[in-house]
């Protein structure tokens, strides 16, 4: 099967150098609003919906990780940034630096947020896991066990509004759509090809985070001969809805350094 990119929605917002943010699984671009203010003073933010997410089309859904990459160079394209900064979350951080292995030339630097590689035999376990669980017993009846992966407990107390509207979108994607880019998450192995980066990087997880552990983010901050790690005490996996100020401040830094 050829593989092809399709159109995806996406947004600009903001003047500067551009900085192109791609959310993860069963999100949308609106992963980012709580940082895109703060960043759009600093950049030309563009967010965008990946395929089958949001107001994203979707061709086929069995679409692969290399196919996410052609997406986000088809945005490239049209936006007409020759160079641009990308930072991804979760399996965003991964089509991120995937994206910088394919086309370096557009690449000035790279952001992996709460993201993974180097999983143990346990680690994989786990997460298919959580995946054989949705394709038994359904995505709404095992989201539930997800949202204390995402949330601190204080967040899910104090927030109840933001934790359901997070799981709501996830519920809103297509379940087909939803399980694929799970796997692709669960199947993508960074660690062989992380050296092979040679852009700046950046790897920031939450110091709870239990799939996309500091530990594993210090692996991977090992094998990228130019990376900075920083780990944000007390979060989980969705800090970019529970701590968008510190992100955002990562972001700033690393990226004016």
């Known amino acids: 099967m ?10 600009t917002n903001g003047s500067g150098p551009p900085l192109f943010l791609i959310h993860g699984i069963g999100a949308a671009q609106d992963a980012w609003r709580f940082m895109v203010p703060e960043l759009s003073k600093h950049f030309t933010v563009i967010t965008y919906d990946l395929r ?8 086929h859904k069995n679409f692969t990780l290399d196919e996410l990459v052609l997406d986000l160079e088809r945005i490239r394209e049209k936006t007409k940034f020759e ?10 951080g991964m089509i991120a630096p995937a994206y910088s292995l394919k086309f370096p030339e557009h690449t000035i630097s790279v952001g992996l947020l709460s993201t993974v590689a180097g999983r143990s035999e346990e680690d994989n376990q786990k997460v298919w896991s ?17 949202t204390n992966r995402w949330f601190t407990d204080e967040f899910i107390k104090n927030n109840p509004d933001l934790v359901d509207r997070r799981l709501k979108q996830v519920l ?16 993508t192995e960074m660690f062989s090809w992380l050296k092979n980066i040679s852009k700046p990087c950046l790897l920031l997880t939450g110091e ?3 799939g996309c552990s500091p530990k594993h983010n210090e692996i991977m901050a090992n094998e990228i001969k130019n990376s900075k790690l920083v780990i944000l005490p007390k979060y989980k996996h969705s ?12 972001l700033i830094e690393f990226i004016n350094e």
């Open 52 to 59: 089958g997410h949001g107001k994203s089309p979707v061709t």
């Open 208 to 210: 709870h985070d239990g």
């Open 130 to 146: 959580v995946i054989n669980e949705m394709e038994k017993n359904g995505i709404e009846k095992t989201l539930q066990t997800l």
């Open 83 to 92: 160079k641009a900064h990308f930072a991804g979350h979760s399996l965003g």
């Open 172 to 187: 809103d994607t297509d379940p087909d759509v939803f399980l694929n880019v799970f796997k692709i998450y669960a199947n």
């Open 2 to 11: 050829k593989i092809s990119a399709v159109d995806c929605h996406y947004s």
């Open 239 to 250: 800090f970019l809805i529970e701590a968008p100020n510190e992100v955002a401040e990562s």
